[in-house]
């Protein structure tokens, strides 16, 4: 059924399209841009479309596509935040966090007096103990608030969370285990601290919820909401989820179908999560399943993971590999998570389908052996706009990039690592000089390579203007500036998180530029980014988004 | 300590690793060991459950990605990721006797044993496959070498596969392995191996008949006249130890030891003491739950013949 149209209106509209950088308005009709250019030129080409002034103070961009996230960051959200920093929580309403144990305790407090189920156990998440270096969370802050009902409070890390002495009760371990990761007090009795998820698997049913959480309809929800506070139109899960089953596309169909959802999702199907069957049958699946795609969720496009992460020092390095322990000792080479030739069947079977792959990799070991396997299908297969994908691609080297771009493949760079975890890298996992060349935009342009840049939320708080600025600035938690000759300009790093991102997301042609003919997905900002000092990018507002011609709003 | 409360009213499940490549034959010995368990009730995580290849007749149920036996196995596809696999264990009313994990052919079984040691869960050992045939020319593969070197390094037992098709008899893939380790290293052929060598002898055995070894075991094919493995068993009198004499002895049994189980009656602790050694693996652990008039002060000891 065909809608009028309508003209909005703007302070600049920013198009990212060569043919016309800029413009005073937007002409909409049916989701669709129908033109951009001053509102005379649009009414004369169009017809007297009514006039929408709600942007008319802000600058209207291509919103901005996240191409590495995961659904995580809207799941979480089922529980409170109680992390160190300010936070934009889905709702667009700022959680001011607890900066001492004394708000901690008493953000607890008000959430046990709302539980009326005394045995009903309390979550809370984004504690970061590195901001409380004089005090350990222990279980005995936590009984302050209740003997009886079972807390966990989950860290920042995500690898690392501290339960009272109920919940130590329950599973029966208050008095001691001998599972690694649980470390003891003076009395010989577990503090209540649990590390790595194999300690954490101790607090079965507040793990176990983690996961239910996933597989809410409610949580995609969240995830679009978080999306919409930050300007994102549309964001990915990189197949940390199944699509295997109806059930398990319908989540993302059915969410994503309710009126006003306010982002577009794209699922990725990774091969390694259970998926049956031979890799073609494995590719044929994912083919079939693009045509379950509704305007709102897509699917169609593979993740595979080959390595681990670098601060985890679990990712794949070639010589010299990681920095000594402290001790001086020679730490190991981290892990593979697919064996070669089982990697190389899945890709062989996906490209020679058409079916395009992204790959993690974090370490630079872990991308010759995507450009050894991508080689080999690419040779045996022509497809010339596969647009395969190297994911993180963080100690990729020159030649590297190279390689990449004699192949044709794209990257998507964790540019926000440099911001979290550039002092470690520089400190202490590989040293001044590779940390300076991590996440190389710049090398990456000059040898050829199209790429975006990601949060990998929630590893990292979802937000395209942060990302960018990190991509821009090179600047680390410490406020020092890594390896400044890689830094981009705003321009690139715009296009980084809209066109770019959207093209290997095999979406370029519907989103990423606001042109006509593509779909009417906006971020509304309170500056242009062009003309901001660069390091305030992250700090320009977003106003508002509109997806498919919908002016967004905050969860009803 | 007493357990009490939590998964199992406390009760820790033994836990065993196996890993090695793709094709080491990891599949064939689970395949063996679910098809001739001894009498416990396994369950078997795998990559893939359709590569387990039993008779229809032994197929009690098969839903999904869970395929249940008569003689009380059942193998699960591991899925996703270890957290909710070990969940589908937990929910178990009642434990089984053992748990035993495929890993993935570039898993590192030390990387993942604290998961074999968490809520329910007790690590018995690591033993990893390694295919005679095969095994030195991965150890020196680009890319995965240096997994390989890591599998083998963190295996308490190592079984040779496929000694018979390799040209040197296996000398070459002896010297790679003993370059590496120290662990005992088992032929197998045609995966005809005891589940007893794999699981272990837990629970401590009461009934003599389980601890007479070597024996043949009821084969399936035509290789029903194998000798499984080349072991034998004996049994060590422990006598009146202390626990640190108990420690001393158990830490000083041959490296050629495949497995050694007994429950003890230390003269200076007031629960049993359970001896417990996987090939290098040697440790001893304080049973508070099992009642001291079970402990009979020997150990039973599988040695490489």
Not at chain 1, 50 to 64: E, M, N, R
Not at chain 1, 539 to 552: F, K, P, Q
Not at chain 2, 147 to 158: C, G, K, P, W
Request: net charge negative; charged share 20%.
């Amino acid at each position: 059924m065909s809608q009028p149209g309508i003209i909005h209106r703007a302070r600049r509209v920013v198009t990212l399209d060569h043919a016309v950088p800029t413009a005073e308005a937007v002409a909409v009709r049916d989701g669709v841009i129908l033109g951009v250019g001053s509102v005379e030129q649009m009414r004369a080409a169009w017809g007297p479309l009514p006039v929408d002034d709600t942007f008319a103070d802000s600058v209207l961009l291509p919103g901005f596509v996240e191409a590495h996230s995961h659904s995580l960051e809207g799941a979480i959200w089922a529980w409170e935040y109680a992390g160190y920093f300010p936070r934009l929580g889905p709702d667009g309403e700022l959680r001011k966090g607890c900066q001492t144990f004394d708000e901690l305790i008493d953000l607890l407090r008000r959430l046990d007096a709302e539980l009326d189920d005394p045995t009903e156990s309390l979550t809370v998440w984004g504690f970061d103990p590195i901001y409380f270096p004089g005090e350990r969370l222990a279980a005995h802050h936590l009984d302050v608030v209740s003997e009886t009902r079972p807390i966990c409070v989950i860290h920042a890390s995500l690898h690392l969370i501290t339960v009272n002495t109920a919940l130590m009760e329950r599973e029966g371990f208050a008095d001691g285990c001998d599972v690694e990761g649980v470390p003891v007090g003076g009395d010989g009795r577990p503090i209540g601290e649990l590390q790595e998820p194999p300690a954490m698997s101790l607090a079965r049913r507040e793990m176990l919820a983690l996961w239910e959480v996933l597989a809410d309809p409610a949580s995609l929800r969240r995830f679009a909401d978080m999306a919409r506070v930050v300007g994102c139109t549309t964001v990915t899960e990189l197949g940390a989820t199944r699509l295997s089953t109806d059930d398990e596309l319908a989540l993302w169909t059915d969410a994503a179908a309710v009126d006003g959802f306010p982002a577009r999702l794209v699922a990725l199907l990774n091969p390694a999560r259970g998926q049956p069957g031979t890799p073609d049958e494995i590719a044929q699946h994912t083919v079939a399943i693009r045509a379950r795609s509704t305007p709102r969720a897509r699917f169609g496009v593979v993740k595979m993971v080959l390595d681990g992460s670098i601060q985890g020092f679990t990712a794949r390095l070639n010589a010299p590999g990681y920095l000594p322990h402290p001790d001086g000792t020679q730490r190991p080479n981290g892990i593979w998570l697919i064996e070669p030739e089982q990697f190389s069947a899945w890709f062989d079977a996906f490209h020679r389908h058409h079916v395009t792959v992204h790959t993690h990799v974090n370490g630079d070991q872990a991308v010759d052996l995507l450009l050894d396997t991508a080689e080999a299908a690419i040779a045996s297969h022509s497809w010339l706009d596969h647009r395969h994908t190297a994911q993180h691609t963080q100690l990729t080297t020159a030649a590297q990039y190279r390689r990449m771009a004699r192949l044709g493949m794209n990257a998507n760079i964790f540019s926000n690592h440099i911001f979290y975890w550039g002092d470690q890298h520089r400190s202490i996992t590989v040293g001044p000089d590779r940390a300076a060349r991590m996440d190389a935009c710049s090398t990456a342009d000059r040898e050829g390579v199209r790429y975006s840049v990601h949060s990998d939320a929630s590893v990292t708080p979802l937000g395209s203007l942060h990302t960018m600025w990190c991509a821009v600035n090179r600047v680390t938690a410490s406020g020092d500036v890594l390896g400044p000759d890689e830094r981009i300009s705003v321009d690139r790093a715009l296009r980084a998180v809209t066109v770019d991102a959207a093209h290997q997301l095999r979406m370029d042609h519907e989103i990423g530029t606001i042109e006509a003919g593509k779909l009417a997905d906006f971020v509304a900002l309170g500056e242009d980014p062009y003309d901001v000092d660069p390091i305030a990018l992250k700090d320009i507002e977003v106003r508002g988004t509109v997806v498919g011609g919908e002016i967004t709003g905050p969860p009803a | 300590m007493t357990p009490s409360g939590g998964l199992w009213n406390g009760h820790r499940v033994p836990f065993t690793l196996l890993g090695g490549y793709l094709g080491a034959g990891k599949t064939t010995v689970v395949n063996h060991v679910v098809r001739n368990p001894l009498g416990r009730r396994l369950v078997a995580l795998v990559n893939d459950v359709a590569a387990i290849n039993v008779d229809a007749a032994l197929i009690a149920d098969h839903v999904g990605t869970t395929l249940s036996l008569t003689n009380g196995c059942v193998c699960c596809a591991i899925a996703d990721d270890f957290a909710q696999t070990l969940e589908q264990i937990r929910a178990m009313p009642e434990p089984p006797d053992h748990v035993l994990m495929e890993l993935s052919g570039v898993g590192e079984p030390a990387r993942v044993a604290p998961w074999a040691n968490t809520a329910g869960f007790r690590l018995d050992g690591i033993v990893v496959v390694a295919d005679t045939d095969q095994i030195v020319e991965l150890a020196d593969r680009d890319y995965i070498g240096d997994t390989i070197a890591a599998q083998l390094a963190s295996a308490d037992l190592v079984l040779s596969t496929k000694a018979d098709l390799a040209a040197d008899g296996g000398a070459a893939a002896r010297s790679l392995i003993r370059s590496i380790t120290t662990a005992p290293i088992i032929e197998v052929i045609n995966g005809v191996i005891d589940a007893d060598v794999v699981l272990g002898l837990d629970p401590p055995r009461t009934d003599p008949s389980r601890t007479v070894l070597p024996r043949m075991v009821p084969g399936t094919n035509r290789h029903r006249a194998a000798p499984v493995g080349r072991y034998e068993t004996s049994i060590v009198d422990v006598g009146a130890a202390t626990l640190a004499e108990l420690e001393h002895l158990l830490v000083g049994l041959p490296t050629d030891v495949i497995r050694a189980k007994g429950l003890v009656q230390c003269s200076d602790q007031v629960v049993p003491i359970e001896a417990h050694a996987v090939g290098r693996r040697r440790a001893v652990r304080r049973r508070g739950d099992l009642d001291l008039s079970r402990a009979d002060n020997r150990l039973v000891v599988i040695r490489l013949a």
